[in-house]
């Protein structure tokens, strides 16, 4: 089976653009996770949604990041504008169904923000 | 006060000894317990959940938990060059979401 599916795997955009980041979870997963992860700050959730839905979004770092979940095999994390300090690798993680809360990460998307 | 917290590292022993790799967590009421894996470069990758008191074993892995103590542990036994990367403990807190340690550094020398 395949697993969690990120696009793109690296970005190098100049501050002030537009970028979305692409995340397709393991199927038959109903909760997704989006996560940052620098040297300073390690792994911070972001956001993450159940059956598609946003539950909790206060890691979100400002409003310039938005994420959507339109349906079960689709996820977009956009920031607009980005800024040098944005710079940092993305992950994109899935749960399967159940009583279990086993995390299963996607190889990520290394944004650069010049 | 972190939620989660890892020896910083990093950590280096030789090839064949046992590697131990240490967490301790705040909120009392977790309830699920993971270990990561991370690569240079690399994704987490899902190697050992725990979720009782006690340890679980698995190959050269054994999770040790002590929610008394609020602390999880790692072994790696017979440890090889192969093993070192970055381990990332991770701990269910709430209801759906896992709060990370800032993992610790292992290097395995030949």
């Known amino acids: 089976d395949a697993g969690v599916i990120q696009s793109p795997r690296h970005e190098v955009t100049e501050m002030g653009q537009e970028v979305t980041l692409r995340c397709k979870p393991i199927?038959?997963?109903?909760?997704l996770f989006w996560y940052r992860q620098t040297m300073m700050r390690g792994l911070e959730l972001l956001i993450y949604?159940?059956?598609?839905?946003?539950?909790?979004d206060s890691g979100m770092p400002e409003d310039r990041f938005s994420a959507k979940m339109p349906n079960a095999s689709f996820s977009t994390l956009k920031i607009q504008p980005s800024e040098p300090r944005d710079s940092a690798v993305y992950f994109c993680a899935s749960r399967k169904r159940g009583s279990s809360y086993e995390q299963y990460f996607g190889p990520g998307t290394r944004l650069t923000v010049t | 006060q972190k939620e989660v917290e890892q020896n910083s590292g990093p950590l280096s022993v030789p090839e064949g000894a046992i590697a131990s790799l240490n967490c301790t967590y705040s909120d009392r009421g977790s309830q699920s317990f993971f270990w990561y894996r991370q690569y240079s470069g690399k994704s987490p990758e899902l190697i050992m959940s725990i979720y009782s008191n006690g340890d679980k074993e698995d190959g050269r892995f054994t999770a040790q938990l002590n929610k008394a103590s609020q602390y999880v542990s790692l072994l790696i036994r017979d440890s090889q060059p192969s093993d070192s990367a970055t381990y990332l403990c991770?701990?269910?807190?709430?209801?759906?979401?896992?709060?990370f340690g800032t993992g610790t550094r292992l290097t395995v020398i030949p």
């Open positions: 199927s038959g997963h109903n909760s």
């Open positions: 991770a701990v269910q807190t709430g209801a759906n979401n896992l709060f």
């Open positions: 949604f159940n059956n598609n839905v946003p539950i909790d």
